[in-house]
């Protein structure tokens, strides 16, 4: 599950660099009667953003559900994991760092859709933008930094379920080694 968690935070990540580094500066404003249209260069940002967030949707996913799946059959109660304080704060950073991913690499994608849809302004003074310059490349850096979070928690959870085990295997030690010392008591083994 690491390697899946990996890979799709690197295609988010590749993704978003490349679509920061194909969007054009501006469009080309052309002066129409009473309106200016701006001509967009042709370029796939708009899909790059989209697949970026695609594949950071699925890293994210991927890291929450490896989280508590159960290994080898054996599940660890939720309960069990977020006891330790370690798991806990790299969970919430991972979930943190996701959504801020997100939200840094939809937020150009979106606005740079709007652009190029509504390219048809009646204020003659447009400059014809482009989304903000940055947020992409910022969102993906992001992306990779959520999926490498998932990793460690990936790491802390393994950790975490070897912990539970061996309470595990330690309680059902202790109570065997009860019961066998248990000694019914004179009182009760005549009467019934």
């Known amino acids: 599950m690491s390697l899946l968690v990996a890979a799709l935070g690197a295609l988010s990540f590749l993704f ?13 404003p052309i002066t129409g009667k009473g309106v200016v249209i701006c001509k967009y260069p042709a370029d796939a940002t708009v899909v790059l953003g989209f697949l970026s967030v695609a594949f950071l949707i699925a890293s994210t996913v991927a890291g929450y559900f490896s989280l508590f799946y159960p290994y080898k059959g054996k599940s660890v109660p939720q309960s069990a ?20 991913a997100a939200a840094l690499l939809l937020w150009p ?6 652009h190029l849809s ?11 933008p482009t ?15 959520s999926a490498l979070f998932w990793l460690v928690a990936l790491m802390l959870a393994a950790n975490v379920r070897e912990d539970y085990f061996d309470e595990m295997e330690s309680k059902l030690a202790v109570d065997d080694s009860a019961a066998a010392d248990y000694v019914e008591p004179s009182v009760l083994k005549g009467s019934a």
């Open 16 to 28: 978003g660099v490349i679509a920061e580094n194909k969007k054009p500066a501006a469009g080309i």
């Open 81 to 100: 994991m977020f006891r330790s304080t370690s798991f806990l704060i790299f969970f919430n950073i991972a979930l943190f760092t996701g959504g801020l």
């Open 109 to 114: 994608t979106i606005t740079e859709q709007l």
């Open 118 to 128: 509504r390219n048809v302004h009646h204020n003659m003074e447009t400059a014809c």
């Open 131 to 145: 989304a903000k310059t940055g947020l992409l490349g910022g969102g993906a850096f992001v992306s990779l930094d």
